[in-house]
């Protein structure tokens, strides 16, 4: 992989969006692919384009062209692989049967968790086949993926654990069994002894914290969370719960940072850049370090005021704030 390369941070079904985001960074449809003309560049896109919006499935297709085209690299975001578990039975194809884990799916069909995968049911409405290739295509997704000049995933870089998933040889579901991998991925509480949950959810969702004190706050889309999530590239030995959680848009009392965070480890100034999204930004895209890169400034956002942004990589070590490349939502 070169160092020529467009990150593209959360689409969720906001296809319109990314057609014009591609058109500005000079890509163009040709044989049913966006590509860049004479193929100097290429795109890597974060992860998330379903769940939201009002194009999941064109918003699928131009990303899966792209990615089968070589025009693209296609990385698994967190509502991927809730996709992937949503619709994956407890057991199936002989897998392990995760016990801590209630009802017939990996993951609960409650109303909330229904409510969540509805709009990408609705975008395959009369097209179940083509919603099952859908699902076929997102266990191929990559968790992340790591080069000489950067690194790129949905949510978190973490050393320790792209060495546990290099050691096993796995960067996606489709590096093995999908019944088997899915199971263990999904095994929270290590019944079997051969869990991935931790090394994965880090890459898809991030570190988080369980708040103190029953401190609460509810998201942007007015779910109650109990859980924060964390700067995963600020030192947390001296830290304050300022510093450390980072929740976008959401204030927090002040109050003390649990002791196991203290301790762990985080992305230092000295590493390569690494490119993200998940965090759902706001305002004009900026950068958070020289080497510290998020791309999700909420497209899909409830305030209607959100962005689709990229970011021209050309392997420089220090990113540069005019090199984002953006357009509005619609
Ligand atoms: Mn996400």
Not at 130 to 135: A, G, N, R, T, W
Not at 197 to 219: A, Q, S, Y
Not at 250 to 262: G, K, M, S, T, W
Request: glycine share 10%; proline share 4%.
């Amino acid at each position: 992989m070169n160092s020529s390369i467009d990150f593209i941070g959360d689409i969720h079904g906001h296809c319109t969006e990314l057609r014009a985001l591609l058109a500005k960074l000079g890509y163009v449809e040709t044989s049913g692919a966006y590509r860049y003309p004479g193929g100097g560049r290429s795109v890597v896109f974060l992860g998330d384009y379903i769940d939201r919006g009002p194009e999941v499935r064109e918003a699928i297709n131009l990303v899966r062209a792209m990615r089968d085209a070589g025009s693209a690299v296609a990385l698994m975001g967190n509502h991927e692989f809730n996709a992937l578990s949503f619709w994956q039975l407890n057991g199936q194809g002989g897998a392990h049967v995760i016990k801590s884990i209630p009802g017939g799916y990996l993951r609960e069909h409650s109303f909330n968790k229904v409510a969540i995968h509805m709009r990408t049911v609705e975008s395959y409405k009369g097209r179940k086949q083509e919603f099952l290739e859908m699902l076929d295509f997102l266990k191929t997704l990559p968790f992340f993926v790591e080069a000489e000049t950067f690194r790129a995933q949905h949510a978190c870089f973490d050393l320790q654990c792209a060495k546990e998933l290099d050691s096993l040889g796995i960067r996606s579901f489709a590096d093995g069994n999908f019944d088997e991998l899915i199971a263990r991925v999904n095994d929270q509480y290590n019944e079997y002894d051969d869990s991935l949950f931790h090394p994965v959810n880090i890459f898809l969702k991030g570190p988080e914290m369980d708040l103190p004190n029953g401190i609460t706050f509810r998201d942007g889309e007015g779910v109650l969370r109990k859980r924060a999530r964390l700067r995963w590239w600020v030192d947390p030995k001296d830290a304050s719960l300022r510093d450390i959680v980072f929740q976008p848009g959401v204030e927090l009392p002040e109050c003390d940072v649990v002791p196991e965070i203290r301790s762990s480890g985080f992305y230092g100034e000295a590493e390569r850049p690494v490119f993200f999204g998940h965090y759902w930004l706001t305002g004009l895209p900026h950068l958070i370090r020289e080497n510290v890169c998020c791309l999700d400034y909420s497209v899909a956002g409830y305030r209607g005021d959100g962005r689709l942004v990229a970011y021209r990589f050309d392997g420089e070590q220090q990113l540069d704030e005019s090199k984002f490349v953006w357009v509005e939502a619609v």
